[in-house]
């Protein structure tokens, strides 16, 4: 499965109205932490393939969604299922901290 690129256009389509849970990535080129979690969305998009979706919204040029969802800080990763943010976590994780993220809530 491979990692589907967000925007403030294709948003609702891509994780609001999508029955599978969606794992959104927000970050932005400039973000250094962003870049570390990049290879852990391809490796969450495989691994759990068929139970979740995994999508990056980059910060800067979708500013709708990023308001909207209240960004912080980057990296943000956003759990959403059924149109809804069940789990939400800040800054950059190891493999094993983004698997147990991901285990506790799907």
Same mark, same amino acid.
């Given at each position: @499965?491979?990692?589907?690129?967000?925007?403030? =256009?294709?948003?609702?389509?891509?994780?609001?109205?999508?029955?599978?849970?969606?794992?959104?990535?927000? /970050? =932005?080129? /400039?973000?250094?932490?962003?870049?570390?979690?990049?290879?852990? @969305?391809? /490796?969450? =998009?495989?691994?759990?393939?068929?139970?979740?979706?995994?999508?990056?919204?980059?910060?800067?040029?979708?500013?709708?969604?990023?308001?909207?969802?209240? *960004?912080?800080?980057?990296?943000?990763? *956003?759990?959403?299922?059924?149109?809804?943010?069940?789990?939400?976590?800040?800054? =950059? @994780?190891?493999?094993?901290?983004?698997?147990?993220?991901?285990?506790?809530?799907?």
């Amino acid at each position: @499965m491979t990692v589907a690129e967000l925007t403030d =256009a294709n948003f609702q389509a891509e994780v609001l109205v999508v029955a599978t849970p969606v794992l959104v990535d927000v /970050w =932005a080129n /400039w973000c250094g932490p962003c870049r570390l979690m990049a290879p852990l @969305m391809n /490796w969450a =998009a495989t691994e759990y393939d068929g139970r979740l979706k995994v999508g990056k919204l980059e910060a800067d040029p979708n500013p709708t969604s990023r308001d909207t969802y209240r *960004i912080q800080g980057l990296p943000t990763l *956003i759990l959403f299922r059924a149109g809804q943010e069940v789990a939400r976590h800040e800054g =950059a @994780m190891a493999k094993p901290q983004l698997q147990a993220f991901l285990d506790a809530h799907l």
